[in-house]
């Protein structure tokens, strides 16, 4: 059996009651450390608290592993019980659909059990969750390559009035271009974008495009670390968010569409007061 099983968005007790009978059952337990980051590390002994909690070492897959050794974990899965954990829920902001269609077709039974993800987790800022549009990830820039298919996306969405999530980069065990030419991997520190990166990239956009999608004065949402207990929810325009500091990662950010006045008083408790700028 291979079990894929959503931790949730807060620490390791987010985990459900079943998927935390699942992993106790399992013979191996991977972690998928590619698509997000988790809020809860390792402890001062040196041993996870994912680990404390489920009595079991926890295997960390990175892309590498997932994208090309999968058949190590399968071949597990064919003989014992399996745990693959992912942040948030299994099929939420990252869909790791690749491993089930590949354990099925291998004839492994697959349980997927669910959990909080950042996709129903927004619903907290009061903006209702079916008046989003299609969400959207915002990449780091580099001197080369300065992708904006997003802009369409986000236009699309402003154009029904409808509300935008942006998942912002994360980059983790990228291998840097200059290792790769000398054929030896070397990897680049793990880089995770910052609301003020990416509001600094969608205006960027704008003004090469020009098309008047969004500007400077535009109603946003800015979230980091959502889920958690330090979690950081604020409402104010593209400008206003630039000059707040969310801290750690990770962040994710919303371009509001047109509001009802029931989210707008949801909003209210997260807006930016101009004294406190």
Known sequence: MLYIVGLGLGDERDITLRGLEAVKQCHKVYIEAYTSLLSFGISSDGL?????????????????????????????????????????????????????????????????IHNASVMNAIGICGLQLYRYGETVSIPFFTQTWRPDSFYEKIQRNRNLGLHTLCLLDIRVKEPSLESLCRGKKQYEPPRYMTIKTAIEQLLEVEQAKGESVYNEDTECVGFARLGSEDQIIVAGTMCQLQLIDFGAPLHCLVITGKTHPVEEEMLDFYRIRRENL
Do not use: C, N, Q, W
């Open 48 to 112: 996870s608290t994912l680990e404390k909690l489920y009595g079991r070492p926890v295997i960390l897959a990175d892309r590498e592993m997932v994208e090309e050794k999968a058949d190590e974990i399968l071949s597990a899965a064919r003989v014992s019980d399996v745990a693959f954990l992912v942040v948030g829920d299994p099929f939420g902001a990252t869909t790791h659909t690749d491993l089930v269609v590949r354990a099925k077709k291998l004839g492994i039974e697959v349980r997927v």
